[in-house]
Nanobody
Framework: QVHLVESGGGLVQPGGSLRLSCAAS????????MGWYRQVPGKQRELVAF?????GTNYADSVKGRFTISRDNAKVYLEMNSLKPEDTAVYYC?????????WGQGTQVTVSS
């Protein structure tokens, strides 16, 4: 069974940077669009970026110009720059559209001074 494992989160000051990674125990990356989602308590999970198998990318307006999604055969990455307090959330990776059985534990990103 495939599992997704997110890592790289942490506490960072406004304006700082983090790089998130997503690894899968099974071979799911090669043939699917992969995305990064985020969720804050009381709100729906939102898709912030995705990357196609042809490395085309798409970003939510709220992160455009600050976040960069990339992939290789083993992982999907999210480079986050110029972080803002409103970026604080638990970040998850999943296919796009998401598959419910693939949700992992996520990684907490906290942007605070």
């Amino acid at each position: 069974q495939v599992h997704l494992v997110e890592s790289g989160g942490g506490l960072v000051q406004p304006g700082g940077s983090l790089r998130l990674s997503c690894a899968a125990s099974g071979r799911i990356f090669g043939a699917n669009r992969m995305g990064w989602y985020r969720q804050v308590p009381g709100k729906q999970r939102e898709l912030v970026a995705f990357i196609t198998t042809g490395v085309g990318t798409n970003y939510a307006d709220s992160v455009k110009g600050r976040f960069t999604i990339s992939r290789d055969n083993a992982k999907v990455y999210l480079e986050m720059n110029s972080l803002k307090p409103e970026d604080t959330a638990v970040y998850y990776c999943n296919q796009v559209p998401a598959l419910s059985h693939l949700w992992g534990q996520g990684t907490q990103v906290t942007v605070s001074s």
